[in-house]
């Protein structure tokens, strides 16, 4: 699926209902299943485990990759104050294509402040796991830790780092 909004229509709650819409049957059969659990075995303890498995799910996992693509948008959308954006979703894979040109320094910041900022986020929550006693923070927090890993080369964001390496001083498409 493949969308195109103008920069100024981008904002969080954009692509909370991106993601949202497109992965909509994924989250109710997440939810129908987490909950089948507590249906067999009634207790307070499995609505924890399954509580924190949400937090783990939806503020962990899916949360993260929303901000992750958020703060590619949100860049872009300082770097330019018109043009349009191309999100494509696939099944395993969300990309943001910028309809405009991009110079070697600003798809370099592009590509390495979000996972900058969610690895910041990160070692907040684990922090603040540690301090607490609260391992599903932890777990959390290791989640948004690891989009670190978007920097090795054959991923999307590895990819860009390296082409605004190689292509210093021109304009580039981020694609």
């Given amino acids: 699926m493949k969308v195109v909004y103008s920069l100024d229509r981008v904002s969080f709650w954009l692509f909370v209902q991106l993601f949202l819409g497109h992965y909509k049957k994924l989250l109710v059969a997440m939810v129908v299943f987490s909950l089948l659990p507590l249906v067999i075995h009634t207790s307070w303890t499995m609505a924890r485990y399954i509580l924190q498995f949400y937090v783990i799910f939806f503020g962990g996992l899916f949360l993260s990759f929303i901000i992750h693509e958020y703060l590619h948008a949100i860049l872009l959308k300082k770097s330019?104050?018109?043009?349009?954006?191309?999100?494509?979703?696939?099944?395993a894979k969300i990309t943001i294509y910028p309809k405009f040109t991009l110079t070697s320094k600003e798809m370099m910041k592009v590509a390495a402040m979000p996972l900058f900022i969610l690895l910041v986020i990160g070692l907040v929550l684990i922090i603040f796991a540690k301090w607490t006693n609260q391992n599903v923070l932890m777990f959390?927090?290791?989640?948004?830790?690891?989009?670190?890993?978007?920097?090795i080369p054959p991923l999307g964001d590895g990819m860009m780092i390296i082409k605004a390496?190689?292509?210093?001083?021109?304009?580039?498409e981020r694609r």
């Fill in 140 to 151: 959390t927090g290791f989640l948004y830790v690891f989009h670190v890993i978007n920097i």
């Fill in 80 to 91: 330019r104050e018109e043009g349009e954006l191309e999100v494509e979703f696939t099944f």
């Fill in 165 to 172: 390496i190689f292509h210093k001083g021109s304009t580039l």
